[in-house]
């Protein structure tokens, strides 16, 4: 039995580099991305010799290992696609104790052949370094024969899957005949972090519909009320989110059909009391809080109104409300951003920005001192390397961890200010839908009472003749 998996390397390829190398060799962000510093990390890793036994199970296809960096480089500028990703770094792990360390090296061999040999170079090695033998493929991302990139979409990696277990069996090898299917992994990292999904939202917003319904009619109702559009006349009951574009089933919420239509139908029908629950934001005790203080605030005025004023609709702030707003749906999903949210709304906060011409103003100036200091840094570089006196170079390097730290958080500021200005205009868009929406609600309710006085009236004057 052999599991696969494959992703996309990248120029720094920090996962990589801090897994394998040592970071004070890889810290230098000032590298250019055409020095190809992290494909030929990744290619160190993968032919480390303490893992391959002096590199006798490390092979190439349309590439020879010694020169594998060089070639794949040669690809990537005779086709004229330097950047981007770099490579891509795949593995095929076996069962403990299934193969030998030749088996499992011709498996790689031959897979990456049926897999990549009429377009692109790959390295093949093979780690005997764990309890279990696995291999290495980096395969470059752009093909020496058609100049074209690798993807690596969907398909890719479901024929990558087929080919291993092909050649598992002609190797006599175990194989997951009916694999079951996995929760996707950034489901799996939500739920381990408390992260409201999609697919949470929806689910409390079920369970609160099934808690507030005495019928199925009222259940779907409810729904709608919250922003789905709601399909009842199928095979399985679906809705659609706001903003999706496409119907999610309901059964499909857990394995056990514990959603399905008649499940909900008989958790409906076995509430003999109607149970008239406040509306929160999870069903669970996780809380969401915005870190600051607002007493003393002044009256906020532009952006930090935008913010502060869409934090209000989504029942972050104030705390314990007790007359709290409908959360729609579309508001709900920014949960799962409130660590950056925060971050920005700090930021605009600590720098007073009022406006985009601040919010311009003040990404101008970063950007001017982190052009500065990386100058600076790349002037103390140039010494580093002419310097023949070592307690100089080590004062020279310290300065450059100085600047290279300053550097790192003026980076992480022009990605925040340019966050803003995207959330921003996301944020004025949401708050105008919940405005047309309550307004539409409005006028309903007040034509509804129009009706009712004017039956009212025509009543009267029936009974009065």
């Known amino acids: ?184 992994y950034a489901e799996w990292r939500a739920e381990k972090q408390k992260i409201p999904t999609k697919r949470s939202i929806i689910k409390d917003d079920v369970d609160r519909a099934i808690i507030h319904s005495r019928t199925f009619t009222q259940f779907v109702r409810y729904l709608k009320e919250y922003g789905y559009e709601v399909k009842t006349n199928v095979k399985h009951i679906a809705v659609k989110s706001p903003g999706s574009d496409k119907f999610f089933r309901l059964h499909n919420l857990t394995n056990d059909e514990y959603y399905s239509e008649e499940n909900i139908k008989s958790r409906i029908l076995e509430k003999s009391i109607f149970v008239k629950e406040k509306m929160n934001l999870k069903s669970s005790n996780t809380k969401y809080r915005y870190h600051g203080q607002f007493k003393k605030a002044k009256k906020l005025t532009g952006i930090k109104a935008l913010y502060f004023h869409y934090l209000y609709r989504m029942g972050i702030i104030p705390q314990n409300a007790p007359h709290q707003k409908k959360v729609y749906f579309f508001m709900k999903e920014d949960l799962r951003y409130m660590d950056k949210i925060t971050k920005e709304i700090t930021l605009i906060c600590k720098k007073n920005i009022n406006s985009m011409e601040d919010l311009g103003h003040y990404e101008n100036s970063v950007n001017e001192r982190l052009d500065n200091l990386i100058k600076e840094r790349r002037c103390f570089y140039n010494k580093v390397r002419r310097c023949k006196n070592s307690d100089t170079k080590e004062k020279l390097q310290t300065d450059i961890g100085t600047l290279s730290t300053e550097i790192k958080e003026l980076r992480k500021e022009v990605v925040l200010c340019s966050e803003i200005r995207k959330r921003s205009l996301l944020i004025a868009e949401k708050l105008k839908q919940v405005n047309e929406i309550e307004n539409g609600k409005d006028g309903e309710k007040e034509n509804e009472r129009r009706r009712r006085n004017s039956r009212s009236g025509r009543t009267h004057d029936t009974s009065g003749h």
């Open 1 to 184: 039995m052999a599991t696969t998996s494959i992703w996309a390397v990248k120029d720094n390829l920090k996962r990589v580099i801090d897994y394998a190398s040592n970071p004070e060799k890889t810290e230098n962000k000032d590298f250019d991305q055409y020095d190809f510093k992290g494909l030929e990390n990744v290619i160190e890793y993968t032919t480390d010799d303490l893992k391959t036994e002096k590199q006798f199970y490390v092979s190439g296809v349309n590439c020879h290992p010694s020169n594998a960096l060089q070639q794949m480089i040669q690809t990537k500028k005779s086709a004229h696609k330097e950047d981007g990703v770099l490579a891509f770094h795949g593995y095929q792990s076996f069962q403990y104790g299934e193969v030998t360390p030749e088996t499992a090296h011709q498996i790689g061999v031959e897979l990456a052949e049926h897999m990549w040999s009429d377009d692109f170079e790959v390295i093949v090695s093979t780690h005997l370094d764990k309890g279990h033998f696995h291999n290495h493929f980096v395969v470059n991302s752009v093909s020496w024969t058609t100049r074209k990139r690798f993807l690596n979409k969907h398909r890719d990696y479901d024929r990558l899957r087929r080919l291993s277990d092909e050649l598992c069996r002609k190797y006599k090898l175990s194989v997951i005949e009916n694999p079951k299917k996995g929760k996707h």
